[in-house]
Structure formats: structure tokens, C-alpha cells
T-cell receptor
Framework: EAGVTQFPSHSVIEKGQTVTLRCDPISGHDNLYWYRRVMGKEIKFLLHFVKESKQDESGMPNNRFLAERTGGTYSTLKVQPAELEDSGVYFC??????????????FGPGTRLTVT | AQKITQTQPGMFVQEKEAVTLDCTYDTSDPSYGLFWYKQPSSGEMIFLIYQGSYDQQNATEGRYSLNFQKARKSANLVISASQLGDSAMYFCAMREVGNTGFQKLVFGTGTRLLVSP
């Protein structure tokens, strides 16, 4: 079974440019999450989809970030325009409810974004 | 306020020895879950172990065990018989129910473990 995949693995862009990150969750997982880790800090929640619906986007930093999940399958996270503080590693995770209710989240390898 | 605290930015251990990575948490929910993830240099996040707040026994997964002390709100990860491949960042996380009623993970800042020969 394929795991969570993310594309690209690395992206270096200039301030003011646009970048789109993609996440393909594990097939059949309704829950999809985006997280971000800024260098040296904790991994922080950005938002959560259930199928194609945004359930919680309380962690999105500002309106320069736009996430979509087309047809409840893959998701994209667009940053426009990018700022220096957006640099970090962006993780995607997916989950399906387990019998014990633990919602184990399976993470992708992350996209390392560098804004110069 | 930060809800997961990992006070050890770095830890060193010799191969074949055991090591404990500390994690304390803060929550007012009676039902919660605690996770440990490993992040090797390649970057992916690998799930290691899970402990539910109502679980009567400490979780174990192979060489990993979770020392769960509910009254002290601690969930320390114990790695027995360390191997060179255990060198990585380790993150403690707690499942939190957000305002929408759906769950998300809250992470600590991580502990970098270095295993020496």
C-alpha cells in the first residue's frame, strides 16, 4: 500500500513568488491534514480536510495560504505571495478512524520550502 | 500555551544502552491520545507508539515503550538496546479536539537523539 506522498520534496523560491505544494493521501483516507515546521520550532497544525470539506483551518497563518482538496482525493496548498517567514517544512498527513478511535495519522515525507 | 513540552533538545546514548526521552503534556480533556514520531535525516515522520488516556497498561512496540504517568502528565519514550539507526529527531504529540470537534495533533519541539558506537 502506498503511503502519503508529497511533491515537490524541495522548493526554493523568491519572496513574492507563488508556490503550490501537493499531497496525495493514502487511498481511502478521508482525513487529510497539513502541518508546518519552521526551523527549530514545533510542528504546527495548519488545517484539516474531511473528504473535500475543510473542517478546521484555524492554524492557517494568513490569507496568503490557500488549501484545496479536489474531489476528496489529493490536496494542494498554495502560498501567494510567499514571504521569508513561510520557509519551513510542510507536512501532509492522512488518517482513517481506527477501531479504538485513535485516528493514527500517517505522514508524508514533507516539502522543504525555502523563500529567499 | 504550549501543551506538549520536550525539555531535552538533544540526547546522547551509546549503542545497546537504553535511553529515555521526556515528554510532558497539559490538557483538561479526560480523553486524549499521545503519540511518538521519529524523524530521521531523510525527513519522513515515522509513527512509533500510541498511548490512550484510558489505557490501563503502558504501550509497547518492540524496542519502544511508553512510560505513561497520568497523574504527572508525562509520557516518556523509552528506547531499549539503542541502535545506530535510532539517531533521529523524536517528536511527542497529543491528539487534541479542535473547535470543530475534529481531531488534530499538537507537537512538542522535539529531541534529537544521537547514538554512538
Amino acid at each position: 500500500e502506498a503511503g502519503v506522498t508529497q511533491f515537490p520534496s524541495h522548493s526554493v523560491i523568491e519572496k513574492g513568488q507563488t508556490v503550490t505544494l501537493r499531497c496525495d493521501p493514502i487511498s481511502g483516507h478521508d482525513n487529510l491534514y497539513w502541518y508546518r515546521r519552521v526551523m527549530g520550532k514545533e510542528i504546527k497544525f495548519l488545517l484539516h480536510f474531511v473528504k473535500e470539506s475543510k473542517q478546521d483551518e484555524s492554524g492557517m497563518p494568513n490569507n496568503r495560504f490557500l488549501a484545496e482538496r479536489t474531489g476528496g482525493t489529493y490536496s494542494t496548498l498554495k502560498v501567494q505571495p510567499a514571504e521569508l517567514e513561510d520557509s519551513g517544512v510542510y507536512f501532509c498527513a492522512s488518517s482513517q478512524e481506527e477501531e479504538d478511535g485513535r485516528y493514527e495519522q500517517y505522514f508524508g515525507p514533507g516539502t522543504r520550502l525555502t523563500v529567499t | 500555551a504550549q501543551k506538549i513540552t520536550q525539555t531535552q533538545p538533544g540526547m546522547f546514548v551509546q549503542e545497546k544502552e537504553a535511553v529515555t526521552l521526556d515528554c510532558t503534556y497539559d490538557t483538561s480533556d479526560p480523553s486524549y491520545g499521545l503519540f511518538w514520531y521519529k524523524q530521521p535525516s531523510s525527513g519522513e515522520m515515522i509513527f512509533l507508539i500510541y498511548q490512550g488516556s484510558y489505557d490501563q497498561q503502558n504501550a509497547t512496540e518492540g524496542r519502544y515503550s511508553l512510560n505513561f504517568q497520568k497523574a504527572r502528565k508525562s509520557a516518556n519514550l523509552v528506547i531499549s538496546a539503542s541502535q545506530l539507526g535510532d539517531s533521529a529527531m523524536y517528536f511527542c504529540a497529543m491528539r487534541e479536539v479542535g473547535n470543530t470537534g475534529f481531531q488534530k495533533l499538537v507537537f512538542g519541539t522535539g529531541t534529537r537523539l544521537l547514538v554512538s558506537p
